[in-house]
């Protein structure tokens, strides 16, 4: 059992919790990520790592409220446990020589893009955040990003806080002004990266994205995190999750990405339900 040692609700449907998991954490590093089972009867979810303690032995994720297992997850407390805490999974981020780079998050994202800026930032790049919200109360780590960039800046889709407009308005305006940027990492939305990755193909930047679709076994033995990079077939969990932006077919993954979209919303129904109807 892995017992959850703290619990923070970041907005109304973001949540943190570090999960004492010592052999995890004294392995794990930024862009990996784990396969957890709240109980015997749960599903397996993957969550990248948001960041983790190896002396004191946490691993911290953070995830939505969006489906049954999230859910349930998040009406556990500091104190109780899970059963399953799997990991460390996929391949490493690799960021060697790089000098000057511009992390960018959208929405959850943001939670991917944190440990990816705190390890470029200890290797002594110097990096730009952006980072893209719809509205101000869904920001989330802006005090993170701020002790690990050079620059961070913020963008609202209703302007209610920072900038009004996209991550992509943003990178513009820095190219344009001038900033020379030897990679893009970009985490969020698939929408978000391929218009990132679109923009930075035509520009001449190097762009890594996250690729984190529907995972079940973790091994690449079941094919559901299956994507096409490069013409060729790749499997998130095992070949990434990192990617070369420009050689991702977002198109396809976009249209994977919504295959069980009815099956998740059956599950939200039963589990609003009460009694035996919660399954």
């Not at 990991?87 to 440990?115: N, Q, R, T």
Request: hydrophobic share 40%; glycine share 10%; proline share 3%.
């Amino acid at each position: 059992m892995y017992k959850i040692t703290d619990k923070k609700r970041l907005n109304e449907q973001v949540v943190q919790m570090d999960v004492l998991a010592p052999d995890v954490a004294h392995k794990v590093l930024p862009g990996q990520f784990i396969i957890l089972r709240i109980d015997e009867m749960g599903e397996r979810i993957p969550l990248t790592v948001a960041d983790f303690d190896r002396e004191a032995g946490w691993v911290r994720v953070i995830f939505q409220e969006v489906g049954k297992t999230t859910k349930q997850l998040g009406m556990l407390e500091t104190g109780d446990s899970i059963i399953d805490f799997v990991g460390p999974l996929g391949i490493p981020s690799h960021f060697e020589g790089v000098k000057k780079v511009c992390v960018i998050g959208g929405g959850l994202g943001c939670a991917i893009a944190y440990p990816q800026a705190k390890a470029l930032h200890a290797a002594g790049a110097e990096v730009d955040v952006i980072v893209g919200f719809r509205t101000e109360d869904l920001i989330i780590l802006k005090e993170d990003f701020e002790a690990v960039s050079a620059n961070l800046y913020i963008v609202t889709d209703d302007g209610s806080y920072g900038k009004k407009g996209l991550v992509t308005d943003m990178l513009r305006e820095n190219v344009e002004a001038g900033k020379k940027y030897d990679l893009v990492v970009a985490i969020g939305p698939l929408i978000m990266m391929k218009f990132v990755a679109l923009y930075t193909k035509e520009v001449g930047i190097k762009t890594i994205v996250s690729m984190n679709p529907i995972m079940i076994d973790g091994t690449g033995m079941c094919g559901g995190c299956r994507l096409t990079v490069g013409g060729k077939t790749k499997f998130a969990c095992v070949d990434g999750p990192d990617f070369d932006g420009h050689q991702v077919d977002f198109d396809e993954a976009m249209l994977r990405s919504r295959t069980y979209a009815e099956h998740e919303r059956e599950a939200d129904c039963r589990l609003n339900q009460t009694g035996d109807d919660i399954i």
